[in-house]
């Protein structure tokens, strides 16, 4: 069975895995421990507190064993943070190709959204790691293959996966500072009514400067463009737009 550690860059030094091993630690009982339960207790403090409460210490204490006991499964945070984001690319799945490229590619950009939408720290983590884990690089793979009927050179098929994947990365940062705002709003105790209030008199003072007609506009049609409800909407006409253009450049 292929060991998808062998494909990490060289840039990223990831301790080889080792097999489950059992470590006793005073006052807890013994047991058994793998590098795919640290990974997935880290990424479910993560989803549960965000991104800065993933530290190793309690990691060890969610799991029930001692710190040290991490170290010799995970080299350090650094490499736990590459692991975790890797299984967040592995989420998006490995869906059959059906040939119609368009549904394939719409179908593969659906699915890197909602895995990046179910790991909001996701996002936080990934300007400062490298890019092409395992599971990434089978992902990459994969939509190259969904391309390979078009008749594209390897340049040309690279930057459409590369704009699509931006896009995809792009709504989601913009979705999650929608949920933030309502959040905030939440925690601050704001009800309906206050937050409406806010946004008309917001509105208002818009209007009377005189500058913003346009954006006054927006207010007075009733378009809130942070909608909840809308979200998949607009993520939708954004990829439609998206993949308009590419069809648009085929040879």
Request: hydrophobic share 45%; aromatic share 6%; charged share 30%.
């Amino acid at each position: 069975m292929t060991d998808l550690d062998d494909f990490w860059p060289p840039s990223v030094a990831v301790a080889p895995r080792r097999a489950a091993s059992a470590r006793t630690q005073h006052g807890r009982r013994e047991k058994v421990l793998s590098r795919d339960e640290i990974v997935l207790a880290a990424m479910a403090l993560a989803d549960a507190e965000g991104a800065s409460a993933v530290n190793m210490r309690r990691i060890a204490k969610e799991i029930g064993v001692g710190a040290m006991s991490l170290y010799w499964h995970v080299t350090d945070k650094e490499q736990l943070l590459d692991l975790m984001l890797d299984v967040v690319e592995g989420e998006a799945g490995t869906a059959e190709i059906s040939g119609n490229w368009r549904d394939d590619v719409g179908r593969m950009a659906r699915r890197r959204r909602r895995a990046l939408l179910r790991h909001p720290w996701a996002v936080d983590f990934m300007s400062g790691r490298p890019p092409f884990g395992p599971n990434a690089l089978l992902q990459i793979e994969r939509s190259l293959s969904a391309l390979d009927g078009l008749d594209l050179d390897t340049r040309t098929a690279v930057q459409i996966l590369m704009t699509i994947d931006t896009y995809v990365t792009g709504s989601v940062l913009n979705e999650l500072r929608e949920i933030r705002v309502v959040q905030t709003h939440a925690q601050a105790g704001l009800t309906n009514i206050d937050i409406a209030a806010g946004i008309q008199d917001w509105r208002d003072r818009l209007d009377r400067s005189g500058l913003f007609v346009r954006v006054v506009r927006v207010f007075d049609d009733g378009i809130d463009p942070d909608a909840a409800e809308t979200r998949d909407e607009r993520f939708e006409f954004g990829l439609d737009c998206l993949l308009d253009g590419v069809t648009a450049r085929l040879p």
